[in-house]
């Protein structure tokens, strides 16, 4: 059954029920995106719920986890959609990153066991890498991820000269959780890679650059 026509709020836009719901899926689709529906138990019956992030129901509560300004869940009760919006967090400010040592010649590459590519060697990092220092805002709120958006073959993220937090090149960005990331200068270290003997989806191996920095909060809340 395909239902178009619908728009954002509370009113009511159609009602459907079976005799059999097993077998039974729900799909919304806005322009941009499929919003898949979570299934769980919330106010004494099992609910369908869209949301604007991830959704984990825990007994009679609900936790929502969202990284968007303004989050917003609907919960499908009655045969209608109820829409919740929440308020707006607290600005977290800027983040900002800056060269300090453009990289080298990428390293050959080793394979292993079954010619799999192997980790780098600890020592192109202090030497081969590009590194970047990223400054960051005091005063963090819990939940804060540093996005690094990058290009390069694997990054590593030092505070004190201590590894925190390492990611393999995969066209993705990188986020750091700033929770569990020591107080300190951090330090970010790009190494580049040999085009063309590991497949990615988007961007280059080859490079190894920071194109930019943001910081995102992902906001929880629970729902009884």
């Not at 992030?53 to 917003?72: T, Y």
């Not at 607290?90 to 060269?99: D, K, P």
């Not at 005091?138 to 004190?160: C, F, K, M, N, S």
Request: hydrophobic share 45%; with cysteine; net charge neutral.
């Amino acid at each position: 059954m395909l239902v178009t026509g619908l728009r954002a709020g509370t009113t009511r836009s159609s009602r459907w029920s079976a005799r059999e719901a097993s077998g039974w899926g729900c799909s919304c689709w806005t322009r941009l995106r499929l919003v898949p529906p979570y299934r769980g138990v919330l106010w004494g019956a099992e609910r369908l719920v869209l949301a604007d992030g991830g959704v984990v129901f825990d007994r009679e509560e609900m936790r929502v986890h969202s990284a968007v300004e303004r989050p917003s869940y609907a919960v499908l009760r009655d045969g209608v959609f109820m829409r919740f919006e929440l308020g707006e967090g607290r600005a977290v400010g800027e983040a900002a990153v800056r060269l300090v040592r453009a990289a080298g010649v990428a390293p050959e590459p080793v394979t292993g066991v079954m010619g799999r590519a192997s980790v780098p060697e600890d020592k192109w990092f202090d030497t081969v890498a590009a590194e970047y220092v990223v400054s960051l805002p005091d005063d963090l709120p819990g939940g804060t991820l540093l996005r690094i958006h990058w290009a390069g073959d694997v990054g590593r993220a030092y505070v004190g000269g201590v590894l925190v937090a390492d990611q393999f090149f995969s066209g993705r960005v990188w986020d750091i959780g700033l929770d569990r990331v020591p107080v300190g200068e951090l330090r970010v270290r790009i190494l580049p890679g040999v085009e063309g003997d590991v497949y990615v989806a988007e961007g280059s191996r080859s490079s190894a650059v920071i194109e930019r920095v943001e910081l995102v909060t992902i906001r929880r809340w629970r729902v009884r």
